[in-house]
């Protein structure tokens, strides 16, 4: 896992030494993402350059260092992330006569282009990747991200140069770059609390869709493509088997990918909760594992968010050695401030601070961490689904215009109704989770009840100032009509949530760390095969992850997984009330909002005093507003809304000293 930047400028008069302190610069702001080591390479006359941090995870000598020259002398790549296929690849090089001098999957990488082409190459890839590439005979530059999004790769152009790197920090520190705010997102940010890609905070700087491939010559404007679709494999269900025999399938392609994410040299463990998940990666990495597997979960002092007793029972079961972090709510409040400023864009998930303190833990005893990310929306386990399919089928019951009446009555009638009516939502309904109600009563067809159950404010556009439009920016997540509804409902969340939140939640938080973290239920292949299935093997009898339940009893008896899962967040809530209040006042204070012109400071101060009081509880969507702020006030020169260039370039020299 690394930290990689780039970029290719058409201005003649750059010279080499102006070039690699740039450069160097650049990828400095990335040193917690490869703190092992760094590397830089140059093409003065094409006006290249390219920048490498390593956290060396396969060989570990120099011999795999970055940016690094294919063979042939034609390729020059910067490249994070794993190729987990890189030994089957290897062997067919080997046979082709290709020879190898060392042990890393990049030089892999590099002899499959020169062997097949970088498209063809990237095509046989398994795994989780940002790659950069320079092509010395074609002078061309050539981006490429993973089929899942699992690292993150921005991209950019400002005058006669295009830019990339895998933060926006990065880019942040490069003084030709006068970055401006990219408003027109604002709305779907509020919307979902995460910037939805492509688009990016800043205008002009975009987020490379997952699946493409972007290249570019000097003086031409880039292109991309995409060269794998996600939406192909979500129409393909063609499965003609048993259930059981797709449980044997999965289970079996589902074992394949974990033992290729335990190749390392380096120490490898697993994160732990309390779901059927992290149980499943961590059972099927612990038959696999010749020694016994490192395993870590959070345990929380408030029973209501705790699952550590079960991860320590399944823990026991496998034969793990098991590390448990007990975290009581003043260690997460103490935490908040650099969760939210760990992100290079706003982002609004509140689980990002457990996943921190979680990804330190685990980095004092391994580099390298299996996660069950992905399993949620592979295998239909949020409880947004059957929410949405429920709803829908009630609503059609009711007569034409009833149900729209019936959310102005809960508009209305306020609490006491939407107590007596709802059997969707649950507790403190007061506030947020009524105007949802509402609006779901008024909903038409499962694609905007989902909407509604994905949105943290309902109306964006009341929450911004005068003049700004709160659905500016399009959502690029689109409906996809043609499929089954639950399908639907995956496609979006694997398209815009898995991304933009879940996949950059982590990658953020482990980085940060200098954590690896790999994701087998993540492997193209195995999300091929699932989307093969019919429905009912991922939701069941409003059960959800038929599929993989039924895997895991296979390696553990249901007793010790099959239990509500309780979720990973904190009760940011009630912390907005107490310990975070004086925090919350300065960043919601009227004036500072007004100043800025951002946010309707007038509807941002109801909702604050409503939920400071107690009277309705808006924690997710002062939340958003909460964490753009504190954002926006780590890297802002005083009074303007532009990143303070000076001192960021202090600190990128001060990091870059020897």
């Known amino acids: ?391 829908a089928r009630r609503l059609r019951f009711l007569p034409a215009g009833s149900s729209r009446a019936a959310g102005a009555l809960c508009r209305m009638a306020g609490r006491p109704l939407a107590a007596a009516a709802d059997g969707l939502l649950h507790r403190d309904l007061a506030g947020a989770r009524c105007e949802r109600l509402a609006r779901i009563c008024a909903a038409r067809g499962e694609r905007e009840i989902f909407q509604v159950l994905s949105s943290l404010w309902q109306d964006p556009s009341a929450a911004l100032a005068a003049g700004r439009d709160g659905d500016a920016a399009p959502d690029r997540s689109r409906w996809a009509p043609e499929l089954p509804a639950l399908r639907a409902m995956q496609l979006a969340d694997f398209r815009r949530y898995l991304p933009d939140d879940i996949l950059t939640k982590v990658d953020r938080a482990s980085m940060a760390a200098s954590l690896e973290v790999r994701t087998p239920l993540l492997d193209h292949r195995l999300v091929e095969l699932v989307w093969r299935f019919p429905d009912h093997l991922k939701l069941r009898a409003g059960r959800s992850k038929w599929l993989l339940r039924q895997a895991l009893a296979r390696h553990l008896p249901a007793r010790l997984h099959d239990a509500p899962k309780r979720g990973f967040t904190p009760p940011i809530g009630e912390w907005l009330r107490v310990e975070l209040r004086d925090w919350a006042e300065a960043l919601l204070d009227p004036a500072r909002l007004r100043r800025e012109g951002r946010f309707d400071a007038a509807t941002i101060g109801a909702l604050w005093r409503q939920h400071r009081d107690g009277k309705a509880n808006w924690e997710r969507q002062l939340w958003t507003i909460l964490a753009f702020e504190a954002w926006l006030g780590k890297w802002r020169a005083p009074g303007t809304d532009r990143p303070d260039t000076d001192r960021i370039a202090g600190a990128a020299v001060a990091a870059a000293a020897p």
């Open 1 to 391: 896992m690394c930290g990689i930047a780039g970029f290719l400028d058409n201005t003649p008069t750059r010279s080499e030494s102006t070039l690699a302190a740039e450069i160097e610069v650049i990828a400095s702001a990335m040193t917690h993402r490869g703190p092992d080591a760094k590397g830089r390479w140059i093409d003065e006359r094409c006006g290249v350059a390219l920048g490498h941090r390593r956290l060396s995870i396969l060989d570990l000598s120099g011999n795999a260092a970055q940016p690094m020259r294919s063979a042939d002398g034609r390729y020059v790549c910067v490249f994070n992330g794993e190729i987990f296929n890189f030994l089957e690849l290897r062997a067919e090089l080997e046979a082709a006569g290709h020879r190898f001098r060392s042990r890393s999957d990049t030089e892999v990488l590099l002899a499959s282009c020169a062997q097949w082409g970088i498209e063809e190459a990237v095509r046989r890839f398994v795994g989780m990747f940002a790659i950069g590439i320079w092509d010395c005979d074609e002078r061309r530059l050539v981006l490429v991200r993973d089929r899942l999004g699992v690292k993150p790769l921005y991209w950019g152009r400002y005058g006669g140069r295009l830019f990339f790197a895998s933060e926006l920090d990065a880019l942040r520190r490069d003084r030709h770059w006068s970055p401006r705010l990219n408003t027109a997102v604002l709305g779907n940010y509020l919307r979902y609390g995460y910037v939805p890609g492509p688009e990016s905070i800043y205008e002009g700087v975009f987020k490379l869709p997952p699946g493409h491939i972007l290249s570019c010559r000097a003086g031409t404007e880039p292109e991309i493509e995409a060269y794998w679709r996600l939406e192909e494999a979500a129409r393909a269900a063609s499965w003609r088997g048993s259930d059981a025999e797709a449980v044997e399938a999965f289970d079996s392609l589902a074992q394949d990918t974990v033992r290729r994410r335990l190749v390392s040299d380096v120490p490898v463990g697993a994160f732990l909760s309390g779901g059927v998940d992290s149980a499943f990666v961590v059972a099927t990495a612990s038959a696999a594992s010749p020694a016994p597997l490192r395993t870590f979960t959070v345990g929380f002092s408030d029973p209501r968010y705790d699952e550590s007793e079960r991860a320590r029972v399944v823990a026991r079961s496998l034969g793990a050695e098991h590390t448990e972090l007990r975290v009581e709510a003043g260690d997460l409040v103490d935490l908040v401030p650099e969760a939210i400023t760990i992100h290079d864009e706003p982002f609004a998930d509140y689980s990002q601070i457990p996943t921190l303190l979680l990804c330190r833990a685990a980095r004092r005893h391994v580099t390298v961490a299996l996660s069950g990310d992905g399993g949620d929306e592979l295998l239909a386990g949020y409880a947004t689904y059957p929410r949405t399919l429920a709803a």
